[in-house]
């Protein structure tokens, strides 16, 4: 007989409420704090072989995602995405956090190759200190604890306090980042030959492209990028505004 743990004892006596409508969340996917029905209705992404469909980011917009083997995102950043989002980065609401990192576990593929060490994208102490925790942290922990991977946040440090990226646009995101992470030493990642990094919303790439240029400096040959959500690339946002 196999060990039933205590937490899915505890689910099956009372189980969670759902994160968007509040009921019982029953005959959802294990582990998932969210009811079947509003599950369907998220905005989900096809998954197509080779990473997210017309994330050709590549030469939409995202020049930034070429150092990646592979981008993966599960969901359109649109209600009530968005707000979950928000409501994991501005409210301190831990438990949307997790739950968003068990969306990623549950619905994206497994990887080629497993990776070394998963790296939330980190946060300046400061900001983090003010919003109680890093988002990105939460969602891959919870990633990690269901997909049994190594979660290192030891790794990498942001040094500088970079404004929000938010209004900016591509090249003035990069510039802005310039400098403002650091990787722990050689002997911390020590054999790492694939890191995935883990951040909430792909907006142009230029902040994971900005951690994964030092990983890729620092010899790490293999990187992935998973993120909850995407927003429509750049320059489809820039023609929808004209
Ligand atoms: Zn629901």
């Known amino acids: ?24 969340a029953t005959g959802s996917s294990p582990g998932i704090p969210a ?7 998220l905005p989900w992404l096809p998954d197509l072989p080779g990473g997210t469909p017309a994330l050709g980011g590549l030469d939409q917009g995202r020049p930034h995602l070429e150092p990646f083997a592979a981008v993966r995102c599960a969901l359109t950043y649109e209600y009530p995405v968005d707000r979950l989002i928000a409501a994991a980065k501005f409210g301190r609401q831990l438990t949307v956090a997790r739950g968003l990192g068990q969306l990623l ?16 994208v980190p946060l300046h102490w400061r ?14 922990r919870a990633l990690c604890e269901a997909r049994r991977w190594p979660l290192r946040t030891d790794l990498c440090r942001r040094i500088l306090p970079t404004p929000e990226q938010s209004g ?30 883990v951040d909430d919303v792909l907006t142009t790439g230029a902040t994971a492209a900005e951690v994964a240029g030092l990983f890729r400096a620092a010899g790490v040959p293999e990187l992935s990028l998973w993120t909850v959500a995407w927003t429509r690339p750049p320059a489809q946002l820039t023609e929808r505004k004209v």
């Open 127 to 140: 900001r983090e200190a003010s919003r109680g925790f890093n988002q990105a942290e939460e969602i891959a």
């Open 105 to 120: 576990a549950w619905r994206l593929p497994a990887l080629p190759h497993p990776p070394d060490a998963v790296v939330p």
């Open 168 to 197: 900016l646009g591509a090249a003035r995101r990069q510039e802005n980042l310039r400098g403002a992470f650091a990787l722990a030493g050689v002997r911390a990642l020590g054999r790492c030959r694939h890191v995935l990094l």
């Open 35 to 41: 009811c079947a029905g509003c599950l369907d209705d």
């Open 1 to 24: 007989m196999g060990w039933i743990r205590v937490d899915q004892i505890l689910d099956t006596l009372f189980p969670p409420a759902c994160l968007l409508c509040g009921q019982r």
